[in-house]
């Protein structure tokens, strides 16, 4: 785990993550345009995520989501990702999946995304 400097960058980044759940990666630069250039925010993200603060998944669009990790558990383990298909809102969903071992590979990483419909769309 590398050490984060809490640059105003790094606090401005992570603070977007005690409001949301997940976030694409355009909704982040978008978000942050007026503060800071893309690749700050790119660096800010990677650095996050090599230090297990953000975990990241690919969505149904191929849009890379970052989520913050959950010191409650070990949000770097496979776990699924919900996205909702009406409002776009995704989020992790905190169950355990276990990945099966086969002897052609060496399973390192996988990815689960659940689709459908979110309880606030639903009502």
Do not use: W
């Not at 297990?52 to 949000?75: C, E, M, P, V, W």
């Not at 355990?96 to 002897?103: A, L, Q, V, Y």
Request: proline letters at 2%; one cysteine or more; glycine letters at 2%.
């Amino acid at each position: 785990m590398d050490i984060i400097k809490k640059t105003k960058s790094v606090k401005t980044i992570l603070n977007t993550f005690n409001k949301t759940d997940a976030i694409s990666i355009i909704e982040l630069v978008d978000k942050f345009k007026k503060e800071m250039n893309k690749t700050t925010v790119y660096r800010v993200l990677e650095r996050l995520e090599k230090s297990n603060i953000l975990h990241s998944f690919i969505d149904q669009k191929g849009l890379k989501r970052y989520a913050k990790n959950n010191k409650n558990t070990n949000s770097t383990k496979s776990h699924p990702h919900f996205m909702c298909e009406d409002c776009g809102e995704s989020s992790c969903v905190e169950i355990n999946i276990k990945i099966p071992s086969t002897p052609q590979y060496i399973i390192k990483n996988s990815e689960y995304l659940l689709t459908g419909q979110c309880k606030k769309c639903l009502a």
